[in-house]
Structures are given as C-alpha cells and as structure tokens.
C-alpha cells in the first residue's frame, strides 16, 4: 500500500519561513518523480514544484518561483519543500505527489498524499 504522509504544515506569519515533508513507503521511490501541489479554498489544485529521481531536477510554478525550494532525499524516501518570504496567498492545503514522469500537472500524478494545511496571516 502505497502512502504518501504530510508534515510541517501550520500557521506562520507573512514573511515567515515553513518547511514541508513528505515521507513515502510502499514504493519504489527511484522510479517517481516527486512533487507538491495546493488547493487553496474554492481554488483548483494547483501544480507547485517538482523534483525528478535522476539528476534531480528541478520545476517550479511562476508564482513560487525564488521563495520556494524542493529538495528529496532518496535514502530516506523524503521530498521537502522549503518556503520562504511567505504570503497570505501561499495559504492552502500542501500535498504531496508521486508520478512515473516529470511532474508538471496533476494530470501525471499516481498517488497523492492527504495533505497540511499551511495559513498564513498577514
């Protein structure tokens, strides 16, 4: 059973920093490119960075662009995300996502963690 689990979600202020997890098991972790998504209320989920396996690199949307870093650690089946200079506009529920190809949709997505919630208050 794949699982792909959350954590470091939570309430920060406007310019603040916050650092994402996810930890996957019941996959091969080398075979997916990883990646985060939000969903901001009323909003669609939206494509936010990705990281592939080999070469590890990296995709990021415009609007995170400078103030967001994804990073993976393949020994220990974790991708990051790092989020810097924080807006109230970054509010929303982070997920986590594993796909066979480069993510740059969510369309490509396999599996989907359950998400963290991140508010940010101005």
């Known amino acids: 059973q794949v699982q792909l689990v959350e954590s470091g979600g939570g309430l920060v202020q406007a310019g603040g920093s916050l650092r994402l997890s996810c930890a996957a098991s019941g996959l091969t972790f080398s075979n997916y490119a990883m990646g985060w998504f939000r969903q901001a209320p009323g909003k669609e989920r939206e494509f936010v960075a990705g990281?592939?396996?080999?070469?590890?690199?990296?995709n990021y949307a415009d609007s995170v662009k400078g103030r967001f870093s994804i990073s993976r650690d393949n020994a220990r089946k974790t991708v990051d995300l790092q989020i810097n200079s924080m807006k109230p506009e970054d509010t929303a529920v982070y997920y986590c996502?594993?796909?066979?190809?480069?993510?740059?949709?969510?369309?490509?997505?396999?599996?989907w963690g359950q998400g963290t919630q991140v508010t940010v208050s101005s």
């Open positions: 996502a594993a796909s066979p190809t480069s993510i740059v949709n969510a369309e490509v997505v396999r599996y």
């Open positions: 990281i592939t396996w080999s070469y590890l690199r990296t």
